[in-house]
């Protein structure tokens, strides 16, 4: 089964501390999003480290290998005196989602009638870099649904009913910048950085199809 990814980033600022990427591997998708923490030096170099970190290990689908990859980053951003960052990742395969988060992004994943919060039960503070930082493992092991991985620009400033609906009744492709225009203002502007990555795992009809 190939599982289809489409990627999201808007800002209304020069420089978003908001990153995400995808990265493809023997059948499986990794999902690496991070939020550098505004207000002080470093937030955006620190939500790059995350990003890179993650995206370059061989964690799989061993979700606590995820901690301790996030716990890594917390290290490092920490002994280099840089910023701090949430970070999420989220490895995707047709049989399991599992990973690790900290911070107020989010991963979940989306079916027609329902959702579920892969990372409800993650710490929000402290961050990566405070050197203290407590990574939080989900996994999951139903099959289909879309998986959603995003900040808080878009998970804080709209319903979960909202973006559920536009994932399930929207073209995947256009279902980014639908997303990110929940949490547009009429001036065209945003109120945080936003950045969203989606993880379509097949078997999921929208509200309109048959099942």
Not at 72 to 100: H, K, N, Q
Not at 169 to 181: M, N, V
Request: with cysteine.
């Amino acid at each position: 089964m190939k599982l289809h990814t489409f990627v999201g980033r808007d800002s209304s600022r020069p420089n978003s501390e908001d990153r995400v990427e995808i990265l493809r591997r023997d059948g499986s998708v990794l999902i690496a999003l991070a939020d550098g923490a505004g207000g002080s030096a470093g937030g955006a170099e620190a939500a790059e480290l995350a990003v890179r970190t993650i995206l370059e290990s061989d964690a799989g689908p061993d979700p606590a290998a995820w901690v301790m990859c996030l716990a890594e980053v917390d290290r490092r951003l920490y002994e280099a005196g840089g910023g701090e960052t949430t970070a999420v990742a989220v490895f995707i395969s047709p049989d399991c989602v599992v990973g690790a988060s900290v911070g107020d992004s989010g991963a979940w994943i989306v079916y027609p009638s329902r959702h579920e919060n892969l990372t409800g039960r993650q710490q929000r503070k402290p961050l990566l870099g405070s050197g203290v930082a407590v990574p939080v493992l989900f996994e999951y092991r139903e099959e289909g649904g879309v998986v959603l991985a995003a900040t808080d620009g878009l998970l804080k400033y709209t319903s979960p009913e909202k973006i559920c609906e536009v994932i399930c009744r929207t073209e995947r492709e256009l279902a980014p910048g639908s997303l990110i225009d929940l949490v547009r203002l009429r001036s065209g502007s945003l109120q945080d950085d936003v950045a969203v990555a989606l993880c379509d795992r097949g078997r999921t009809p929208t509200r309109d199809s048959p099942a």
